[in-house]
């Protein structure tokens, strides 16, 4: 898969926001300060489209981006950061679920983890509500450059461990090195192909 154009179209919290196009849509998740922004930058090529931020718990809509004129990204706000309002924080869950159970153009969804931690509540509820929708997902184990490649390799079956996964179908991915970024790439354009039959 080739990115030639990006757009951001919108930002929204509720389906009457949503875009209105039949594009299909691949949703990228995870806990805040994970990589999210810089995963979406890097994949697309462009460094600022997304924007990334050291302070957690920055992006609290639901941002669309289209790719390609056929592709849409859809970047959801970072959940389980405690500075973030008691408030924002309740309204996560509801946004997300809403977007995930109506939103007939979703394919799938990325759903992204720091490599040096271990899968949290959220993740494992992600997994489970994914799971019981038959919605395809790819985990993506961000940051990987924060360790070495032995590290790297017992981190991921850990990880795979705890979430009852095949070591195949978890990649390593780091912004700084651009590692698994093809591999993302190939995987989107298999959902989408999928799509377009």
């Known amino acids: 898969m080739i ?3 990006v757009e ?3 930002s929204a919290v509720k389906p009457s ?4 196009y039949d594009f299909p849509e691949i949703a990228f998740a995870g806990r805040s300060n994970v990589g999210k922004s810089s995963l979406i930058n890097t994949l697309i090529q462009r460094k600022g489209m997304v924007k990334t931020s050291s302070k957690p718990g920055c992006t609290q809509l639901i941002n669309f981006f289209l790719v390609n004129e056929e592709l849409s990204f859809v970047d959801f706000p ?3 950061y405690a500075k973030v309002s008691k408030k924002i924080r309740s309204q996560w869950q509801p946004m997300v679920n809403l977007y995930l159970s109506q939103r007939k153009s979703l394919l799938g969804l990325i759903l992204l983890i720091d490599i040096r931690r271990d899968p949290g509540k959220e993740e494992l509820d992600m997994v489970d509500w994914l799971e019981s929708h038959k919605m395809p997902y790819l985990v993506i184990l961000t940051k990987s450059d924060k360790l070495s490649k032995t590290k790297q390799q017992k981190r991921l079956l850990s990880i795979c461990a705890q979430m009852n996964r095949e070591k195949d179908s978890v990649i390593l991915f780091s912004a700084k090195t651009k590692k698994g ?4 790439l190939k995987e989107i354009e298999n959902l989408t192909g999928w799509y377009n039959e």
Do not use: A
């Open 3 to 5: 990115i030639k154009t």
């Open 17 to 20: 926001q949503y875009p209105e």
């Open 78 to 80: 970072g959940y389980g």
């Open 181 to 184: 970024r093809d591999t993302i």
């Open 8 to 10: 951001f179209i919108k």
